[in-house]
Every structure is written in C-alpha cells, then in structure tokens.
C-alpha cells in the first residue's frame, strides 16, 4: 500500500512537471520581470503564483472550481480576465521606459500581486485540479489529505520550475545594461506575452 501511495506521488510530480515545462503565461511573463527587473522581482512574481496556484486548489477541493468549469458564463467570464489581464501586461511592458521600469521594480508586492491575479484568472488551474488530480486520488483512502498532498507537490514542482525560469532570466540582467539591448529584449519578451495570450484565449475556448 505505501509503495503503490509512493508510486502515485512519484507519476503525479512527474505530469506536473510535464505540465509545468509547457510554455504558458506564467513562463513568459517570469521571463519578463526578470530579465527586465532582476531576480528579486521575478521571485516576488514567483510567490505570487505559487499562492495563486494553492488558492485555486483550495477552492477546488471545496468545489467551486468545478461550479466554475460547468457554468460556461463564469467560465468565459474568468477566461476573458485572464487573457485582458495578460494583455495589460505585454502592453504595459512594451511601452514602460527603462528609468520606469527601474523604478517599477522597487515594488516586490506590486510583482507578488500581478503573479497572484494571473494564476487566480486562469481556469486552465481550474481545470487541472478538477480533471487531472482526481485521477491519482485513491478512493479507497481519506480523500481530503490526499487531495492537499496533491496539491502540495503541484505548488512545489510549479514552484521549482518557475524558479528556475527567474534565476535563468536573471543572468540576461547584466547583458540587457544597455539601453537598446534592454528596450529590444523587454518588446520581444512583451510580444511574446501578447502571442501567448491569444494562444491562451485560444486554447482555452469551449
């Protein structure tokens, strides 16, 4: 029995690191601020989306995930934030000026926040822990400690991979020193948010 409860752990951090490796917002947007504000900045965003994440599981253990996921005007209705959310974000980081974005980064909570919405408008959590973590819950067992354990290793494994993307950024921080190499990089990684919005909106179409 404890190999088997091993065993299931051990296939479900691994389809969330799977999950986690696909290139979505979170990604890019990690990308962004640490490359444009440094690491300090990227690992408050970091915080931010681990506790979205958490908050999303929560929610669905108490069912309102999928209240959301069976309403199709709740759902488009989160959907839709989220992609004018991301947005907001690419436009804000192709048109913010190198002295405001230096300035912008003394901010971490403001960072802690933008990570927490982005995660708390993605139904695509929603839909994670209200379609793939049931299959590894074992109903012969309690579900809800289950449920957290799941839970856990997902925010954890996330979390990881979301900090490895800063600290990867990051080391572009000392190249992008100069004006027109910073300004060129921020609109590619700007653009590249915008791209992925759309392919969220896209993807996540019912």
């Known amino acids: 029995m404890e190999f088997s409860a091993a065993s299931t752990l051990l296939s479900f951090a691994l389809t969330s690191l799977l999950i986690e490796l696909t290139p979505g917002p979170n990604m890019t947007y990690l990308a962004l601020v640490a490359a444009r504000d440094g690491r300090r900045s990227g690992f408050a965003t970091v915080a931010g989306v681990a506790l979205g994440l958490a908050t999303v599981g929560a929610i669905a253990a108490f069912g309102v995930a999928e209240l959301i996921q069976s309403s199709r005007f709740l759902y488009d209705g989160l959907r839709w934030a989220g992609v004018l959310f991301l947005l907001y974000l690419a436009w804000e980081g192709w048109t913010m000026s ?109």
């Open 98 to 206: 190198a002295e405001a974005a230096a300035g912008e980064a003394q901010s971490d909570f403001r960072y802690f926040l933008r990570g927490l919405i982005t995660n708390l408008l993605n139904p695509k959590a929603a839909v994670f822990y209200i379609a793939v973590l049931p299959t590894f819950i074992d109903a012969t067992r309690p579900i809800l400690p289950q449920t957290v354990s799941l839970t856990a290793i997902y925010v954890l494994v996330a979390t990881l991979v979301h900090g490895t993307i800063v600290v990867l950024a990051g080391a572009l921080r000392p190249i992008l020193n100069n004006p027109r190499r910073e300004k060129a990089a921020r609109r590619v990684l700007s653009a590249l948010l915008a791209c992925v919005a759309i392919w969220f909106a896209w993807s996540t179409a019912r």
